[in-house]
């Protein structure tokens, strides 16, 4: 018997909110039907279908091989949350997590295991130059790129970061555009 997926296990297959799953459903991108009770439920074959016309993975191995891992720290929620959102529905695929502070963000590395760190160095619990010294110093972690952002860079400390491991500093705020174009010139998805 074929299985049937509730919109919250179809959302957790695409990696995409259940929100945008009923949006697919009522806009007639995903065929579903309703239960008695008026719930959605959809035929797992029907959503592959759908994610495969979309360029959606639809195995653990092509999302493994295709999807780069980004960790952003900063303090800040709100550009946390924007960076978040923007490298989530980027072209890429990216696969986002953030960290509020250097201890969450020590363990996300070791756990999430980025490919691209994206990091404000002014936090209150650390400094930024010691997590690029750790990060680039460590054999396990060093391949990892880091893109320093602050609001409170000169040319000095620019300088200062680049000699403790960071790839790229910029101003904040820095236009999203170009952020994206060099995390994906970093992580070699552009050249």
Known sequence: MEEILTVFQASKYCRVSPKT???WID?????AFKTVGGHRRIKKSDLEDFMRKQGIPTSEEELKEE?????IVDDDPIIVETLVQAFEEDEYNYEVISASDGFEAGLQVNHFKPHLIILDIMMPDIKGYEVCRKIKSEPETKHIKIIVLS???DEEKFKKMKE?????CFSKPLPLPQLKQEVARLLGLIT
């Open 164 to 168: 403790f491991g960071a790839d790229l």
């Open 21 to 23: 799953i009923i949006n």
């Open 27 to 31: 806009s007639g991108h995903i065929k």
């Open 67 to 71: 999807r780069k891992r980004i960790l």
């Open 151 to 153: 609001a409170y860079l």
